[in-house]
């Protein structure tokens, strides 16, 4: 059960981190353009999909933690509205100065609110509580 979840969450990680990796590259180069609202977008769908999966495997364990999790995850895709918002309106300055900050937003998320949520799930396995 949580092995293959957790290793699930983790390769979508990956994937969204190198999506993290480009958008903030590129944000440094001095143009708005449509590739990144288009990478904002898909950006956007794939964490989506990731928080999705991550409020099943919450609600399945009874993670303590999850409302405060939760929040986090609704902060972060808040926060993409806005990137997407600024480059809409090509307010350069402004998405280059708001995108370390997203980075940094989720990184932290990823390295706090995910590892207690692994340590809890690893947890589990280790005393083979069945989830369902």
Same mark, same amino acid.
């Given at each position: 059960?949580?092995?293959?979840?957790?290793?699930?969450?983790?390769?979508?990680? =990956?994937?969204? !981190? @190198?999506? /993290?990796?480009?958008?903030? #590259?590129?944000?440094?180069? &001095?143009?708005?353009?449509?590739?990144?609202?288009?990478?904002?977008?898909?950006?956007?769908?794939?964490?989506?999909?990731?928080?999705?999966?991550?409020?099943?495997?919450?609600?399945?364990?009874?993670?303590?933690?999850?409302?405060?999790?939760?929040?986090?995850?609704?902060?972060? =895709?808040?926060? !993409? @509205?806005? /990137?997407?918002?600024?480059? #809409?309106?090509?307010?350069? &300055?402004?998405?280059?100065?708001?995108?370390?900050?997203?980075?940094?937003?989720?990184?932290?998320?990823?390295?706090?609110?995910?590892?207690?949520?692994?340590?809890?799930?690893?947890?589990?396995?280790?005393?083979?509580?069945?989830?369902?």
């Amino acid at each position: 059960m949580g092995s293959v979840n957790l290793h699930t969450l983790s390769e979508g990680y =990956r994937l969204i !981190l @190198d999506q /993290l990796g480009w958008l903030y #590259e590129h944000s440094q180069d &001095g143009t708005l353009d449509a590739a990144i609202l288009d990478a904002l977008h898909r950006l956007d769908r794939d964490l989506a999909g990731h928080f999705a999966r991550e409020r099943d495997l919450m609600t399945q364990t009874g993670y303590p933690e999850a409302d405060r999790h939760e929040e986090t995850h609704t902060l972060i =895709r808040r926060f !993409l @509205d806005k /990137l997407a918002a600024t480059v #809409e309106r090509r307010d350069l &300055g402004l998405f280059q100065r708001e995108m370390p900050f997203f980075l940094h937003l989720v990184l932290d998320h990823q390295t706090g609110d995910d590892r207690r949520f692994d340590d809890f799930m690893h947890g589990l396995e280790e005393a083979a509580v069945p989830v369902h």
